[in-house]
């Protein structure tokens, strides 16, 4: 486990804003509490995120919420954006800014994404200490994040190696138990992680109420949408 006393950021990988769930939300006649609240401008980034994304974001934001030790004055998690850089969780946003922020291809060689990215991230570098953790929930299998990021904060950047070899839900279903039991995942540097894997053994199955508190009031959003 980590040290409880150790100053640490997370970076959140974003949802995929041109999916299913994202086209819900963004309807113009959803009546949906989310829906509605987007087209007021009273939906945080984390929120819209985790009704897109489900449990793989939930699990993300629930898991940087319990274990951030961030300095004085900065936020314990920034999300990933397609190109609006670096954006704290608690973000109000319309639908108008949500699809300008994803509006951009997630990958390392396209400048709309690259370029803010690494502007606030060269931000953050710059006001936290050299002892600060900068973990990132999010994929290292490809460089889309892993590029950007390690060459500003190069042994500071670390990452879940239980990440390695799961897919998205085994991730999400990961951290959510993480945030249950108070007990962290272990962290390795990026630069010499093993970012390919073998598939770990399935997570024992847990039964979610629909009222969870880690779950939020998604469920229901979804299923009126539907």
Do not use: W
């Amino acid at each position: 486990m980590a040290p409880k006393s150790r100053e640490q950021i997370f970076l959140l990988s974003p949802a995929n804003a041109g999916g299913v769930r994202a086209k819900f939300l963004l309807r113009d006649e959803a009546d949906f509490p989310h829906a509605i609240r987007l087209r007021h401008g009273e939906l945080t980034l984390g929120e819209a995120f985790s009704f897109i994304s489900g449990l793989y974001f939930r699990g993300k934001l629930a898991y940087a919420n319990a274990f951030a030790r961030p300095p004085a004055d900065l936020p314990g998690a920034l999300v990933i954006t397609a190109c609006g850089g670096l954006v704290a969780p608690e973000t109000l946003l319309t639908g108008e800014a949500l699809c300008r922020i994803s509006s951009a291809p997630l990958s390392a060689s396209e400048a709309r994404y690259r370029i803010p990215l690494e502007r606030d991230a060269r931000l953050l570098a710059q006001r936290i200490a050299s002892s600060c953790r900068v973990i990132l929930l999010g994929s290292i299998a490809t460089p889309k994040y892993v590029e950007p990021l390690l060459q500003i904060f190069g042994e500071r950047l670390l990452f879940p190696s239980s990440f390695v070899g799961r897919g998205d839900m085994s991730r999400g279903g990961l951290m959510l138990r993480c945030v249950r039991s108070g007990a962290q995942l272990d962290y390795v540097p990026v630069a010499t992680a093993n970012r390919h894997g073998s598939r770990p053994p399935k997570l024992q199955p847990i039964r979610y109420s629909p009222l969870d508190p880690l779950l939020g009031d998604t469920r229901k959003g979804l299923t009126r949408a539907l």
